[in-house]
C-alpha cells in the first residue's frame, strides 16, 4: 500500500552492482526498469530510499544508516537529484572515517528525510566516534544549507574541503577548460579484481613472486 507510514528507520542492505551481477542478475534487470535511482553502478540501499520515501505520508520521516558513497560517486546522480528536486533533505551527520561496525571499513552516515518541503539541512562531521556517542562531542562541526544551493552533482558538504576547493577554483582551471571536453571518462576500474589482486607465491631478494595467467611474475 502506497503512503502509508509515517516513520521508516533502518539499516538497509548495502550491495554493489557487480555482487547484484553475481548473486541476483535477474532481480537487477527489474531494478533498473523500476527504479530513477538504479544508474549505472548503483548501490541497493539507492532503491531502500527512494521506495521508503514512496511508504511514506505527506510529512512523514525517514532515518537511515549507510555508506556515504552516494553523496560523491558519479552513479548516485539520480538518487541526489531526486532529494533535491523533491526537497526530502532534513539532515546528514557524517562518521567520516570512523568505523561504525565493528570488522567492516564502511564509511557511513546518518541521512533524515522529511517528505514535505525542507528550504534548508543540516550537516555534522563526527570527528570523534566514542565521544559522539555519549554526547560528549563538543567538537561536533555543524553547518545549515540551502536545498536549493545542491543539485545532481558531487555534494561538497565538509566546511574544510570547500575552503580549499573555493581556493583552488580562484587560482586554477578545470579540466573541462584544458581539454575542451565537458565528460571526463573512467580510468582504471578497480573492480577488475583478477587482474589487480594476486596471491603472493614467494618473497626473494625483496621480490614479491605471483602467478598470472601460468606465467610467474615478480614485483618490489
Known amino acids: 500500500v502506497e503512503h502509508n507510514f509515517d516513520v521508516i528507520v533502518g539499516n538497509p542492505p548495502y550491495m554493489a552492482t557487480e555482487h547484484m551481477k553475481q548473486v541476483t542478475p535477474a532481480e537487477l534487470t527489474i531494478y533498473k526498469k523500476k527504479f530513477k535511482s538504479a544508474y549505472k553502478q548503483f548501490d541497493k540501499y539507492f532503491l531502500f530510499i527512494e521506495r521508503s520515501m514512496q511508504l511514506l505520508k505527506e510529512g512523514g520521516c525517514l532515518g537511515y544508516i549507510l555508506p556515504s558513497k552516494f553523496i560523491k560517486v558519479g552513479a548516485g546522480q539520480n538518487l541526489r537529484k531526486l532529494l533535491v528536486d523533491n526537497k526530502y533533505l532534513c539532515k546528514l551527520v557524517s562518521f567520516g572515517s570512523n568505523q561504525v561496525f565493528q570488522g567492516k571499513t564502511t564509511y557511513t552516515c546518518l541521512l533524515f528525510l522529511a517528505k514535505s ?41 565538509e566546511k574544510e574541503t570547500n575552503d580549499i576547493l573555493t581556493k583552488m577554483y580562484s587560482k586554477s582551471k578545470t579540466l573541462e577548460v584544458i581539454l575542451g571536453k565537458k565528460t571526463i571518462e573512467n580510468g582504471i576500474q578497480t573492480s577488475a579484481n583478477k587482474h589487480y589482486i594476486h596471491k603472493e607465491i614467494k618473497t626473494e631478494n625483496g621480490l614479491i613472486f605471483f602467478e598470472y595467467d601460468d606465467n610467474l611474475y615478480q614485483v618490489e
Not at 565521544?131 to 552533482?153: A, F, H, I, Q
Open 117 to 157: 518541503q525542507q528550504d534548508e539541512f543540516s550537516y555534522y562531521e563526527v570527528k570523534d566516534f566514542k565521544m559522539w556517542l555519549t554526547r560528549e562531542d563538543k567538537s561536533l562541526l555543524s553547518n545549515t544549507y540551502e536545498v536549493d544551493k545542491l543539485d545532481s552533482d558531487t555534494w561538497v558538504l
